[in-house]
């Protein structure tokens, strides 16, 4: 299922019209796809491993929320939460400043993430505490994309709404 960056993210409540959501790949559309990005971006946080830790078990506790609730898109919105967490902590982990390619992002690629074309910057000594937020972020994020409820929930929607 393609993530559709067409849509018109600040009108649509994908609560009411999850038929609209795509699941895309990796982080597509986590800081769009609404109410979902309001509820959960307020407790993301990943500058140390403290931090990261509380943050990684509130989204975890919002994500077994929707869950429960059989809200698949939150869920799913949940889970790019903690991989972005992790992503984003190893880019700094790795980046000092968070800024791993060189150049401004292509215009028609704003939103979008990659290289597109721009070069890596060099990488800095490994920053120990990004590492360790990342670490902590990333096994909220394996726990959240192999629970069996998350697993049974997403091959539903798929089957509902197409890949």
């Known amino acids: 299922m393609p993530f559709n960056y067409d849509q018109d993210f600040q009108q649509t409540d994908f609560r009411r019209h999850p038929e609209l959501y795509r699941v895309g790949k990796g982080e597509q559309g ?5 109410p979902y990005k309001s509820e959960i971006l307020p407790h993301w946080r990943f500058r140390t491993p403290e931090l990261a830790r509380e943050s990684s078990e509130h989204i975890f506790g919002l994500f077994l929320d929707y869950l429960k609730a059989e809200d698949f898109v939150g869920a799913d919105m949940a889970r790019k939460f903690l991989q972005m967490g992790y992503t984003r902590a190893r880019r700094y982990a790795n980046h000092r400043g968070g800024k791993k390619y060189d150049g401004p992002v292509p215009a028609d690629k704003k939103g979008q993430s990659g290289a597109h074309g721009r070069p890596e910057l060099p990488r800095a000594p490994e920053d120990p505490e990004k590492a360790a937020a990342a670490r902590i972020f990333k096994l909220k994020w394996d726990e959240a994309r192999l629970h069996p409820e998350y697993v049974r929930q997403r ?9």
Do not use: D, N, S, W
């Not at 091959?155 to 890949?163: D, L, N, S, T, V």
């Open 155 to 163: 091959a539903a929607f798929e089957m509902q709404y197409g890949k």
């Open 30 to 34: 986590v800081l769009l796809v609404q």
